[in-house]
C-alpha cells in the first residue's frame, strides 16, 4: 500500500472521537517489526509502538486517528475519500489523517535508524483530551521511554504546503466572573446596585485589550469577551448579579497572576468573585534544536521553501509533550479547511509530507 491508499484507508474509517475506527489495530499489524504498547483508558483507544534500530536518539511522531463530527451539508460522503481534481475530500482529510498516513508510510519504509523510532496515537484529541496522550506520556515517563524529539503531524502551513511550521503554542486561560449587584426596580435605581452599568464603565479598556506585547515568536495576549449575561429578561427589575466569561490565549510573558492583576485594576472597589482556569501553558522549542533545524532542511528538499516559525493558532496535543522536557513541533498539511463541511486536502500535499518525514528519518543522523 502507498501513502495514498493509506490515507483513503484512513479516511473511509469513520472514527469520530473517542471512536477509532478500527485504525489503531490496523496500524498495529501494519509495522511489522514495531513494539506495540497499548493503554486504553475507558472508551479512549491508545497506542505507543516503537523498534529500537539501535543506539542513539529517540525519534516520536505524534498524533490522533479521531476527527469531529461531519455535520450536515457535504457534496460527498464524509466517511469515504473521494478525490476531484487533485483534492482529496472527507473528515479528517486536513485534521489529521493526511499527516497520520505520511508518518506512518515514512516509518514502515524506514529500514535503517541510529536510534529509536515511534509513534503515540490517540483516539482522544479532539474530545476532553484527558484519557489520551496525557496518559501514554504517564506511562513513557514512569518507564523511562520517553522520547528525545517529537513531530506532532497537526495541519500547520497556511498559503502553501511548507511555508510554516509551529514551533510553540499559546497557552488558554479560562476566566468565570461574577459582578454582584442589589436587584431593585427600574425606576428607583438609586436603590438598586446595577452590575450592568458599573460593568459598562470599564468594559471599554478590557474587551479586546492586549495584556502584553508579545515577541518575535507570540502574539500578545489579549483579553477576549466571550459571553455576558445578567437580569431576568424584564425592563423593570435590574439585576442582583452579572456574569462574564472570557479567554486568553497566553504567550510566555501572561500568567494567571498577571490576569487577575488586570481585572483587580479595572474592578476595584466593586464587589466581585473571579474563578481561573488553564486547559493549556504556553511552550516554544528553541529554533537551535536540532529537530528544528531537521525539519527545515527536510521541508526546503522537498518544496524548496523555508518554512517560517509559528505558534499561532489554537491548542494541540504538543502542550502535553512539551513540559516533559522533550523537544516538539508541528508540521502537516495547509490548515484552511478542518472542521468544515467539505475538508480537503492535496493528492499532492499527502504525497509531500510523506517525503518531507521520509526525508527527516533518514538525514535525522548525518
Known sequence: MDVIGLFKYFINSKSETPNDGGILNFIEDYLLGFEA????????????????????EHLCFAGHVDVVPAGEGWNTNPYEAVEQEGYIYGRGTQDMKSGLAAFVQAVKETENFQGTLSLLLTSDEEGEATNGTIKVLEYLQKNNMLPDSCIVAEPTCEEEFGDAIKVGRRGSINGYLTLEGKQGH?????????????IAKVLGNMAGVDLDDGDEFFASSKFVITDIRAGMQVTNVTPNELKMMFNVRNNTKTTQKEVREFVAKHLAGLDYDLRLTQGSYPFKTDTDTKLVKKIDEAIKTITCKEPKHSTAGGTSDARFIAPLGVNVIEFGVRNDTIHSINERTTRKEVEDLYQVFKTLIQEWNR
Open 37 to 56: 504498547i497499548r493503554i486504553d483508558v475507558e472508551d479512549v483507544k491508545n497506542l505507543f509502538m516503537y523498534r529500537k534500530f539501535g543506539e542513539g
Open 186 to 198: 427600574a425606576a428607583y435605581p438609586e436603590k438598586a446596585v446595577n452590575p450592568i452599568h458599573n
